[in-house]
């Protein structure tokens, strides 16, 4: 469970920003705008929990997860990680960053070098961190992490083409346990996965988190997937960070209207619940490259006024519940009809 | 009850490949009747998309082949048909809406175009008759500025307004059975829910029976009358989408159910299926979910008998030896995930 917020977060991230310039013309390259992925995202991360960030494509989560990884670099923001800023860090420290922050890719048949043999991925991070694992043991840790993952220890000789996806992702797994990480980056790890073999790897996630205490940064769009592994919850829309709080808080008591409308639009897979009444946003998520003023939600949203076209909302927590919203006029329902269940 | 409109009685397609022969449908047969929506869920290769491709006529053959079985459209046997008769059963009395309306419309040509098509080439319509009824027809499905955006293209338009053209496109003929595969996958769940009203509306205006495909149980809770439950090519279970979620009688519906996790409640732990789907090209021997069964515990005939789809109820079938033993499962489950499947509905 979350070790309360009052430890120091073990990753805190401040005004993360990251523009992405759209130019025009090929010899006289010129910037015509810039696509705004992410826009002043700011969350903490402590040490054993799992955060779950949702919203639909395009915004901005798994942007924010490759400026953590620093796979690409941001516009503005600092991201502080063990007393440093991940964004000004030395190459040695970036190694070691690294190895302490590892990442989990959506799709399985992508992320795992075909030419290589199951036990070479694995150990792969011992090449360059190589005080981790002694030469001699490498082979019996390869077989441990594999049997830990649920996999057999002889695979370790095979191909990444011959595992099943579920397989292949517990693989991924196993190679970023490999180096002892202290945060775990998940992009859509179950969302290429069919439907029993998801649960399996939710399974194996949890469990591997009781057993190495890692932190847990889960992207997804599927929101029971995050309701059911999250400890808290942050929900965005268009490069922003919308709403966020502890898991029940957001499912039970949503106060910003996207997230209710995100949740009430989940088809419920139990037939005799009542039909509950259900928000329909009209038209799609505009732009990032040119987010609509004032409140970014304010096309799509039923309660918009002149209010929400001039002034932009901020993120903070308006009902003293520990759970910010950032709606010049959040107001908590039940969307989902979860009290009274359970 | 009525006649079926759709018909498909123990219908088997292979394939011919270089690893040997993949049989993806074994023997599957339902029954659509009108204004219905039968559900169909099963994992991948379960055998749920090949066997509308092969109602449609859509399996090349080779490397295809359908070694038995009938559909009947209203008592016509499809597989006897003619290749120019399907042309005509295609997109007249049968329509389908594809997962990823992107490859599934032509880039070239504008929206407005591809639908009018449709009804030139079924319905012998004027250009002017034509593009009146696209423009109703857009209008219909929810596509603002429908004017104008006849002569848009599809690049032109978002994931979810082309998914309404597909449906537009679907239901212009007025089709007898409107086959909708992952109609919603590819498309954000405000998206979804935008398109989900459209295709009930759809529904309502042709009467079409509606078999949707998807692997989403929420979207099949939510929308089907009926439902079907695929595993290896085989209808493992069959009945009213109540009596599916609430009382299932097959440990793989079950199985299913458990590992969904709830929007709605904080389950305590999920109860996954272990092991995965089967190989079509060596499936088990006996029931083919037999390795991956919570119920089988090892016990002969499972290993060794293919267990028909026998009535447990009013129209509810399954294919399973210890469909008896199904109550006591389901309260184990229940134990375990801290879900409700139901007040232990089984009879």
């Known amino acids: 469970m979350a070790s309360s ?3 120091e977060p073990l990753l805190s991230v401040r005004g993360l920003t990251k523009h992405f310039p759209l130019t025009r013309g090929v010899v006289f390259r010129r910037q015509i705008g810039s696509v705004q992925a992410v826009d002043g995202v700011s969350f903490d991360l402590h040490e054993g929990e799992t955060l779950g960030l949702v919203g639909e494509s395009g915004c901005g989560k798994s942007t924010t997860a490759r400026l953590l990884m620093r796979l690409i670099e941001p516009t503005a923001g600092e991201a502080i990680y063990g007393g440093e800023d991940i964004f000004t860090m030395s190459r040695a ?3 070691r960053l690294r190895r302490d922050i590892q990442i989990i890719f959506q799709d399985p048949y992508a992320s795992l070098d075909p030419r290589m043999t199951v036990g070479s991925i694995i150990g792969e991070g011992w090449e360059v961190h190589p005080d981790l694992v002694p030469k001699g043991q490498r082979r019996a840790e390869v077989s441990r992490l594999l049997e830990q993952v649920g996999l057999e220890a002889g695979h370790a000789d095979r191909f990444p083409h011959q595992f099943s996806g579920g397989q292949r992702q517990r693989i991924g797994i196993a190679r970023a346990l490999a180096v002892r990480p202290e945060v775990l980056i998940l992009d859509e790890p179950v969302s290429a996965l069919d439907v029993s073999v998801q649960a399996q790897v939710i399974n194996l996630i949890e469990q591997l988190q009781d057993e190495y205490g890692f932190a847990a940064l889960f992207i997804a769009h599927d929101l029971s997937v995050v309701r059911h592994i999250s400890d808290r919850i942050a929900v965005m829309y268009l490069g922003k960070i919308v709403e966020s709080g502890v898991a029940d808080e957001i499912y039970e008591r949503p106060a910003h209207p996207y997230t209710q409308a995100l949740l009430s639009a989940v088809p419920s897979p139990d037939p005799t619940i009542t039909r509950r009444e259900r928000i329909r946003l009209e038209g799609d998520v505009p732009s990032p490259a040119n987010p609509p003023s004032g409140c970014r939600f304010r096309t799509r ?4 006024d002149e209010r929400c076209a001039e002034e932009e909302p901020a993120l903070v927590d308006r009902f003293g519940h520990g759970h910010p919203s950032a709606c010049h006029y959040a107001d908590v329902s039940d969307v989902i009809g979860s009290s009274g269940q359970e | 009850m009525t006649e079926p409109l759709l018909s498909i009685r123990d219908l088997v397609t292979e394939f011919d490949t270089p690893d040997g022969v993949v049989s993806a449908v074994n023997g599957v047969s339902y029954d659509v009747f009108p204004g219905e929506t039968v559900g169909v869920v099963g994992e991948s290769g379960s055998g749920k998309s090949v ?9 090349s053959q080779p490397p295809g082949r359908i070694a038995g079985g009938e559909i009947l459209l209203e008592g016509r046997d499809l597989l006897r048909s003619s290749a120019k008769e399907m042309r005509k059963v295609r997109g007249d ?6 997962q990823d309306p992107m490859t599934s419309l032509n880039p070239v040509l504008t929206i407005g175009d591809q639908l009018s098509e449709a009804l030139l080439v079924h319905n012998g319509m004027s250009d002017s008759e034509a593009r009146k009824r696209v423009i109703e027809l857009l209008e219909l499905v929810g596509v603002p500025n429908a004017e104008q955006r006849y002569d848009q293209y599809p690049h032109e338009y978002s994931g979810g307004m082309r998914q309404r053209a597909m449906i537009a496109m679907a239901i212009a003929n007025q089709p007898k059975v409107l086959i909708a595969d992952e109609p919603t996958t590819a498309l954000d769940v405000t998206i979804q829910a935008q398109v989900l009203e459209v295709l009930e509306s ?6 079409a029976g509606t078999i949707l495909i998807t692997h989403d149980l929420g979207l099949i809770a939510e929308m089907a009358d009926r439902v079907v439950v695929m595993y290896g090519g085989k209808v493992v279970e069959m009945g009213t989408v109540e009596e599916i979620f609430h009382a299932p009688r097959h440990p793989y519906t079950l199985g299913l159910l458990s590992s969904l996790p709830r929007l709605d409640v904080d389950l305590e732990r999920l109860e996954p299926i272990v092991g995965s789907p089967p190989s079509l090209i060596n499936l088990p021997p006996g029931c083919a979910f037999h390795p991956r069964c919570s119920l089988a515990r090892g016990r002969e005939r499972c290993r060794r008998e293919v267990p028909d789809l026998v009535g447990v ?3 509810h079938v399954s294919a399973c030896h210890y469909t008896d033993e199904m109550a006591e499962e389901i309260r184990r489950v229940e134990r375990e995930t801290g879900a409700a499947f139901g007040a232990g509905g089984v009879a």
Do not use: N, P, Y
Not at chain 2, 52 to 57: F, N, P, Q
């Open chain 2, 93 to 98: 009395e049968i329509a389908m809406i594809f």
């Open chain 2, 51 to 59: 066997t509308v491709m092969t109602v449609l006529g859509l399996i």
């Open chain 2, 313 to 315: 109820g009013d129209g």
């Open chain 1, 5 to 7: 917020a009052m430890s």
């Open chain 1, 301 to 304: 949203c039923w309660k918009a």
């Open chain 1, 93 to 95: 420290q970036l190694r």
């Open chain 2, 202 to 207: 759809a529904k309502r205006e042709t009467d």
